[in-house]
């Protein structure tokens, strides 16, 4: 059996290990090299991020087109092979040039295969016997799927195949109410299919705020989107004409026809085959790999980022953290990953953006607070962009006002949230964000419209008076 020796071996190529992988090379360890049993590069550019954006933009202009803007008629039709060939396009194109920037330029050795731990410093891939000072494990997640009864005899699709819409289904349930569900519940009705979603709980996105999580859930209804919540799955079965789906809802149970279900109901860490007993690495609740706030596993040589660990699942953490683990591996120089300030958003329209606390979580922890929000129809930039609803609500603490939370929905919720994040990751206070010039109009100004509502001598509204 072959052998070989390495400073660092990561395995998976996603957003954590070629950060790791990219870290080490630049750390100037000799010998790196990345494992890969699926298709490089991981979740994000293969099924993630970047094909469900590009899938969204297309619906989004295919569907909106002169929304909200009198005196414009335009048509569109949606041509679905044009659409597919074209996302594949771009994911190569990314595909290639990090194959260029980590293979090529950097000399990272891929081995492509399954890893499996045979001691804490030692890996078998395909026959082949691989023996490191230190491991980053980076292995990503897989779609979850819930034990429904009836589920494992009648087809449906999860996020992955989800955005390969070569057919559009006339009718679609869409079981998850969170960020993945709702993106694609909007794309699939943006492209004709009637979309029922059901959510387990109360509310859809229930970490939200739930003025925003209201706010959205009224404007895809007005959209045609059926939204349930409060729903207890029942059964799934199929027939000739579709699929079935079982479900309580409101006291009532109830049995809804569609032609397909999608289940978007989140994403398990993947360690299938790892057999990390024998490298020593314990893991958790779903067989998320433990590890402590400098990425650092229960074995002394192994370290673990990204989706493997099984909490915030962004690309961006997943990134940072991988390059974290490798340096802290390499050099033992302890970087913790602060997660305080870290932002999400969800790409339906409007989009939704968060960081640090909502009110519920100020109270949690006993945090003397204070909050304000504004709705964009305040705004001019919402009349010039559509008048689509919108909201901005700021979390302040109660003495010196310093934000603890910023919270958006909007059309460009996404590119507003980094003014809370610096705000929430500096310490900025209500105060600084008013005294500071904002252009106008920009959907930005409305977080310093929003913060001037927490002075009582100052108006509550944008504009130059």
């Known amino acids: 059996m072959e052998q070989s020796s390495y400073d660092l071996v990561v395995i998976g190529t996603g957003a954590a290990g070629t950060s790791a992988a990219a870290r080490a090379v630049n750390l100037g360890a000799r010998r790196v090299a990345i494992v890969e049993q699926g298709r490089l590069f991981g979740t994000c550019i ?18 909106y087109r002169g929304y909200g803007h009198p005196g414009l008629e335009m048509k569109s039709r949606y041509d679905p092979l044009a659409a597919l060939a074209g996302k594949e396009d771009l994911l190569e194109n990314l595909r290639r040039r990090k194959e260029q920037q980590l293979f090529e330029r950097l000399g990272v050795e891929l081995l492509r295969g399954t890893a499996r731990f045979t001691s ?4 078998v891939v395909e026959g082949r016997t691989m023996r490191a000072e230190r491991f980053v494990i980076a292995t990503g997640s897989r779609p979850s799927v819930p034990d429904i009864e009836g589920i494992s005899s009648v087809p449906f699709m999860t996020s992955d ?6 057919q559009i289904p006339e009718t679609l349930i869409v079981i ?17 299919s009637k979309v029922t979603v059901l959510q387990r709980s109360h509310l859809i996105i229930p970490e939200e705020e739930p003025d925003i999580s209201r706010l959205l859930a009224h404007f895809l209804i007005t959209e045609g989107i059926r939204i349930e919540t409060d729903t207890e799955l029942r059964k799934i079965q199929s027939s000739d004409k579709g699929v079935f789906v079982s479900a309580r809802i409101g006291g009532e149970t109830v049995s809804l026809p569609a032609d397909r279900i999608l289940m978007a109901t989140g994403r398990d860490p993947d360690t299938r085959g790892l057999n990390l007993g024998a490298a020593g ?8 790999v433990l590890v402590d706030e400098t990425m650092k596993t229960s074995s002394p040589r192994i370290w673990a980022a990204g989706d493997v660990l099984g909490d915030s699942q962004l690309e961006p953490v997943a990134g940072m953290g991988g390059s974290f683990a490798a340096e802290n591996a390499l050099t033992g120089s302890g970087k913790k990953l ?3 300030a870290v932002p999400h958003a969800i790409y339906t ?8 606390l909502t009110e519920a979580g100020a109270e949690q922890r006993g945090l003397p607070h204070e909050c304000r929000s504004i709705s964009l129809d305040r705004l001019g930039i919402s009349a010039i962009s559509g008048n689509f609803p919108g909201l901005v609500k700021i979390v ?7 934000i603890l939370g910023v919270h958006i929905c909007a059309p460009a919720a996404a590119e507003m949230i980094h003014e809370g994040v610096c705000a929430v990751r500096f310490g900025i206070t209500v105060d600084d964000i008013i005294d500071m010039i904002h252009v106008f109009p920009t959907f930005t100004g409305a977080i310093q419209v929003c913060a001037r509502s927490f002075r009582k001598d100052m108006p509550e509204k944008e504009g130059c008076d």
């Open 281 to 288: 690495v314990k893991t958790g609740a779903r067989g998320a």
């Open 120 to 123: 804490p410093d030692e890996i």
């Open 338 to 340: 602060d997660l305080f």
């Open 349 to 356: 329209m409007p989009q939704v953006a968060s960081v640090g």
């Open 176 to 192: 998850g109410g969170r960020a993945t569900g709702l993106e694609l519940a909007q794309l699939y009705a943006h492209l004709g």
């Open 396 to 402: 302040a603490g109660k003495d010196q006002r310093k």
């Open 46 to 63: 293969n099924v993630g991020c970047i094909p469900s954006k590009y899938l969204l933009a297309v619906a989004n202009i295919h569907y």
């Open 161 to 166: 195949e989800a955005l390969d819409p070569g």
